[in-house]
């Protein structure tokens, strides 16, 4: 046999897949297949065939024990044991006349299934409009798979006079219908509208009932509104028996260039208040870009974060309400940005809601009314004529604004710029780095200090070195090979003392002890507070990474500080640091397998040989839907938690393991899942926040159940109870409990999510 030869460049190229959409469309005429035990007819006119008939054309397919097919007319008459698949979805009965273009046509008594949610059902009688609609009398739907024994009838399933389905749309119209589950009638309608897929519809979603000790008995009856492709909206009406009914909203919309998010809620009375009640969040993200591909390319960007709630109880009151991570502090935040070659500006202004509490007052952030940036950035750029460098000139104007009664401190403009230059030398087995900086700062403030100016500067100079080394060499553990890299890293930084402790703080703080900021110039966040430095830190790294793929299995660093002089720069009500070894930090990630992942970081003092922080965690998911996650932290004489997720079938620990079916398909029928997260505080010798749930997959239906508590202070907390029953490719899922458990149990799975479009040869014949 010849070799293969190679297609010749821009020629055809043959491939083993089959397509999803065979060719066909206007002024295209496929084929006709015809197949039997016997044919007879006339050329051009008509075909019969007796016995294991089949016709074929393009994704539809029809066998019969008998088939007459009229050429000038394109009608199909098919009788006895007729079976139709059109693109994966299959219709059964007895007798079939279809036109084979235009797919129109009738079918008597059918049973039909559809590809997209496997959903079945049949019917006196289906007339097919065309090749993606079709009207069923007196017809039946359900997505509950045929069980064993003759007494077998389905958890749930929708008798109705008509049902019209449009395979295009996805949707199903039932008229007359009555929606019955374990035999009782639960829902009744003129007419009511269903899915065939996941794809978006309007509609009503599942009702979520609840129980809240605040709020009392809960019932959520969203609807979806699918305006466009890309524009969506859900109105949630929430009726709280103790409240009142909350109109909640969402809109949403999404483009090649924006997308944005708003939502919106309206308590017209609050009976506990005896107040309107009001939130909104609204999201929005766009970049556009003109003059592209050219050098003079432009891009221009909008942000927006804005956050308002009616009142300073709204936490409290609706604890889950609030998109922001700070429940009581509610920042809005609007950006413009433009950018052009290596030249980035922002226009900015930032605000916050401040929700007080009278046992536990907030000192408000500074809003920044405006804040003025512009960065101009190159990289391995040359610069009177030496090669290589990297350097950047940052400059910032900034109106710091706050009530000067709770902060106690002037506001003022401050403006800075920032410029540094470095020449990193880099190579395979390892860099060196060193960088020049020039922090210059000005203050004008609008009372005056306490030595009576109303302006302050400050010039820094800085210089650093970063270097490092990196060693490998094949080795092999627990019987597996591996490539172990050993790291050591240097980074010397020299920065003189000059003297802040007159000015005020708007934005600085001591940065966290941690990998990422022992290896910084500055000791601070923020531009208030430049920390005076003369001070080395080393650290070393090893690593165990797969030799074919890098994946890493097992990462170990140690680092510390070691301090030439006394740090004098702190922040308000910190003394100075004159250790000169700093705490020793440890970390360490360890994923050897997949089913388990450990990570961990200690803070440990030399002096005292005690740990001052430490965090462990891990993790143990040995399958789909079986997770289980725990975090202890602790900060000496500050906090100690533990903090517990999990997600796990119940009936494991009976035997009854199940079968994994992959992402979104659960791991069969009959089969109760436990889910939840504990957060535990050991001083206070509470729980903080607990969720605790329940569900239970019926195959083709899932109910939920979930508890939910959140601290709301010392002595005050919420508690509420939350169901939900979903019919699988019926009704869709709802917007709670899933979203907090999703938001809160760590990997939680949904049990049923549609992760790939099924193909049409599924139920190929």
Not at 38 to 46: A, I, S
Not at 59 to 88: F, H, M, W
Not at 284 to 300: I, M
Request: net charge positive; with cysteine; aromatic share 12%.
């Amino acid at each position: 046999m010849p070799p293969l030869r190679e297609p010749a460049p821009g020629e055809l190229r043959s491939t083993p897949m089959l397509a999803e959409q065979p060719p066909g469309g206007p002024g295209i005429e496929l084929p006709t297949f015809v197949y039997g035990d016997r044919l007879t007819g006339r050329p051009d006119l008509e075909t019969t065939v007796d016995g294991n008939a089949e016709l074929r054309r393009g994704a539809s397919s029809i066998r019969a024990d008998r088939i007459e097919y009229d050429q000038p007319t394109d009608l199909v008459k098919a009788r006895g044991n007729v079976r139709v698949n059109s693109s994966g979805n299959l219709y059964n009965g007895p007798e079939l006349e279809i036109k084979l273009d235009t797919f129109e046509g009738f079918f008597l008594t059918p049973d039909y299934r559809f590809l997209q949610n496997n959903g079945y059902g049949s019917a006196d009688r289906a007339d097919f409009i065309d090749e993606k609609r079709l009207m069923a009398t007196n017809a039946t739907f359900t997505t509950c798979q045929r069980g064993e024994g003759p007494s077998w009838m389905p958890a749930w399933i929708v008798r109705a006079s008509t049902i019209k389905f449009d395979k295009e749309a996805d949707v199903g119209e039932a008229s007359g219908g009555v929606l019955r589950f374990m035999n009782v009638p639960i829902l009744a309608a003129p007419t009511f509208t269903f899915p065939l897929s996941d794809k978006r519809k309007s509609g009503l979603l599942p009702p979520t009932y609840g129980v809240d000790t605040v709020s009392g008995a809960t019932l959520i009856v969203p609807y979806y509104f699918d305006i466009a492709p890309n524009r969506d909206a859900t109105f949630s009406p929430n009726w709280m028996s103790k409240r009142g009914v909350d109109l909640a909203s969402e809109f949403r919309y999404l483009d090649l260039t924006y997308k944005g998010e708003l939502r919106a809620s309206l308590l017209p009375n609050d009976k506990l208040r005896d107040a309107t009640r009001w939130s909104y969040n609204y999201l929005h993200s766009g970049v556009y870009t003109y003059n592209a591909g050219l050098p003079s390319a432009n891009a221009f960007g909008i942000g927006l974060n804005l956050n308002r709630v009616s009142d300073d109880n709204y936490w409290r009151d609706f604890p889950r309400a609030s998109a922001s991570l700070t429940q009581r502090l509610l920042a809005s935040d609007a950006s413009v940005t433009w950018g052009r070659g290596f030249l980035a500006t922002t226009a900015r202004t930032l605000t916050y809601q401040t929700l007080q509490d009278v046992n536990s007052p907030i000192t408000p952030p500074y809003d920044r009314l405006p804040q003025l940036t512009a960065t101009y950035t190159r990289i391995n750029a040359p610069l009177y004529g030496v090669e290589g460098l990297d350097y950047s000139i940052t400059t910032d104007f900034t109106r710091f604004q706050s009530d000067r009664l709770l902060t106690r401190q002037p506001n003022a403009n401050r403006e800075f710029a920032l410029a540094q230059i470095s020449r990193p030398w880099i190579r395979p087995g390892g860099y060196i780095t060193p960088k020049l900086m020039l922090n210059a700062t000005t203050y004008q403030f609008d009372a005056p200090l306490v030595n009576g100016a109303r302006s302050k500067s400050r010039t820094v100079p800085t210089f650093s070195l970063d270097s490092g080394l990196t060693f490998e060499r094949a080795t092999s553990y627990f019987g597996r090979a591996y490539t172990q890299t050993l790291e050591p890293r240097a980074f010397y930084v020299n920065t003189p003392y000059r003297d802040q402790s007159i000015l005020p703080n708007y934005d600085s703080g001591l940065n966290s002890f941690n990998f990422a900021t022992l290896f910084t110039e500055n000791e601070f966040v923020g531009n208030d507070r430049i920390s005076d430095s003369h001070m080395l830190t080393t650290g070393v790294t090893s690593r165990l990474l797969d030799p074919d793929t890098g994946a890493e299995s097992l990462r170990l660093g140690v680092a510390q500080r070691i301090r030439f002089k006394d740090r004098l720069v702190r922040a308000p009500g910190e003394v100075p640091v004159s250790e000169r070894l700093s705490d020793l930090l440890f970390g360490a990630s360890v994923n050897l397998t997949p089913a388990w992942a450990i990570d961990s970081t200690v803070q440990y003092n030399p002096k005292t040989n005690l740990s001052e922080r430490s965090t462990i965690g891990g993790r143990f998911s040995p399958t789909n839907y079986r997770v289980i996650s725990a975090v202890y932290r602790r900060q000496r004489n500050v906090s100690e938690q533990y903090d517990v997720g999990w997600q796990w079938p119940i009936n494991d620990l009976w035997g009854d393991r199940g079968k994994d079916l992959g992402p979104g398909r659960g791991l069969g029928g009959g089969r109760l899942y436990s889910v939840g997260r504990l957060n535990y505080s050991v001083p206070d010798k509470k729980f903080v926040d607990m969720i605790l749930g329940l569900e239970y997959d019926g195959c083709c239906w899932i109910a939920r159940v979930m508890l939910e508590r959140s601290q709301l202070s010392r002595v005050a907390n919420s508690t509420s109870i939350k169901f939900q029953l979903e019919f699988v490719g019926f009704s869709r899922i709802g917007p709670s409990p899933l979203k907090t458990l999703k938001a809160n149990v760590p990997r939680y799975q949904y049990l049923r999510e549609q992760v790939a479009a099924p193909s049409r040869f599924t139920n190929y014949d």
